[in-house]
């Protein structure tokens, strides 16, 4: 887009500040909504003589139609094939305008799908930061209980020790604890 192009079209009003807004827009429909807010912004109704259409300007047909963008993305098949019946629009028109709301339904899938991630993303971050709090509490355990079993291995072996020097126990009576897996360090 050339600069030129763009001061155009700054200069212009948007088609955003004349339709209207679907005003109980909730959740994905809010989503849905705001993606559809920025599309096409510098596209502008094209009419010939007596306010048709230009054949080809979907946004221009659906607008003599009397659809807003969030009307034709809510609105059922059923429903747009009836008014465009109704309309008398030849074939290309029909094709443009199921077009045009096919690409809308999809910006508002994409918008809505960008926004799962990012929350998911986030839920994700938080269970792996309670993780490795987790992990790193189980390894604080994990340290005290080896210092620990280190603290009664030495008494362990410091009190058979005792009973030899002291000849508490004989040999025979240490020998089986000598070998036991305490007595082996």
């Given at each position: 887009m050339s600069?030129d192009?763009a001061?155009?079209?700054?200069?212009?009003?948007?088609?955003?500040?004349t339709?209207?807004?679907?005003?109980g827009?909730?959740?994905g429909?809010?989503?849905v909504?705001e993606?559809l807010?920025?599309a096409?912004?510098d596209r502008?109704?094209?009419?010939g003589?007596?306010?048709?259409?230009?054949?080809?300007d979907?946004?221009?047909?659906?607008?003599?139609?009397?659809?807003?963008r969030s009307?034709?993305?809510?609105?059922?098949?059923?429903?747009l094939?009836?008014?465009?019946?109704?309309?008398?629009?030849?074939?290309q028109d029909?094709?443009?305008?199921?077009?045009l709301?096919?690409?809308?339904?999809?910006r508002?899938?994409?918008a809505?799908?960008?926004?799962?991630r990012?929350?998911?993303r986030?839920?994700l971050?938080?269970?792996?930061?309670?993780?490795?709090?987790?992990?790193?509490?189980?390894?604080a355990e994990?340290a005290?209980?080896?210092?620990?079993?280190?603290r009664?291995q030495?008494?362990y072996?410091?009190l058979l020790a005792?009973?030899?020097?002291?000849?508490?126990?004989?040999?025979?009576q240490?020998q089986?604890?000598?070998?036991?897996?305490l007595?082996?360090?």
């Amino acid at each position: 887009m050339s600069n030129d192009k763009a001061i155009h079209v700054e200069d212009e009003p948007s088609r955003n500040d004349t339709a209207p807004t679907n005003a109980g827009a909730q959740g994905g429909d809010q989503v849905v909504a705001e993606a559809l807010a920025g599309a096409d912004s510098d596209r502008r109704s094209k009419t010939g003589e007596g306010g048709q259409a230009y054949a080809g300007d979907p946004f221009a047909i659906c607008h003599a139609l009397g659809l807003t963008r969030s009307d034709l993305v809510d609105m059922s098949v059923r429903q747009l094939n009836s008014r465009m019946r109704s309309a008398g629009l030849n074939g290309q028109d029909t094709r443009a305008i199921k077009h045009l709301r096919r690409m809308l339904k999809n910006r508002g899938y994409a918008a809505i799908c960008r926004t799962r991630r990012v929350v998911q993303r986030g839920h994700l971050e938080e269970q792996k930061e309670v993780l490795h709090e987790r992990i790193e509490a189980l390894k604080a355990e994990n340290a005290e209980l080896a210092a620990e079993v280190a603290r009664i291995q030495r008494d362990y072996t410091g009190l058979l020790a005792w009973c030899i020097e002291h000849h508490a126990l004989t040999a025979e009576q240490i020998q089986p604890y000598l070998s036991s897996p305490l007595g082996s360090k």
